[in-house]
């Protein structure tokens, strides 16, 4: 559909995807499927709420359906190496807070024209 229109506009769905876009969410790919307007994110959150803030947040936002989360990952001690023991005892209820959540949505995009 977007193809055979030739007006696709990059500018545009990135603007309707950073309109969307919760806080704590890092988006590091994204690709789009022309053949059927759909779009491959790949990013980074740091708890599963905001993983569902963003999946609720693109299917409130018109431009997006059918967001379908493909892949998660849960990265854990992914923050900076531990100097010392006394560290590590400080920062030992802090621990789950260096995690991430790798993860990959995949959404249909509607181009507003």
Known sequence: QLTAKRDF?????????????????SINSVRLNFQDSTIRLQGTVKTIQDLDALVTKL??????SKVGLTEHNIQTNVGPARQSTE?????????RSTDVIDFT????YHQTL
Do not use: K
């Open 59 to 64: 299917n409130e936002a018109g431009t997006f």
């Open 9 to 25: 506009s990059w500018t545009e769905m990135l603007h309707n995807l950073e309109e969307a876009m919760p806080p704590h969410v």
């Open 87 to 95: 560290t590590v005892a400080a920062n030992q209820s802090n621990e």
């Open 105 to 108: 949505l995949t959404v249909t």
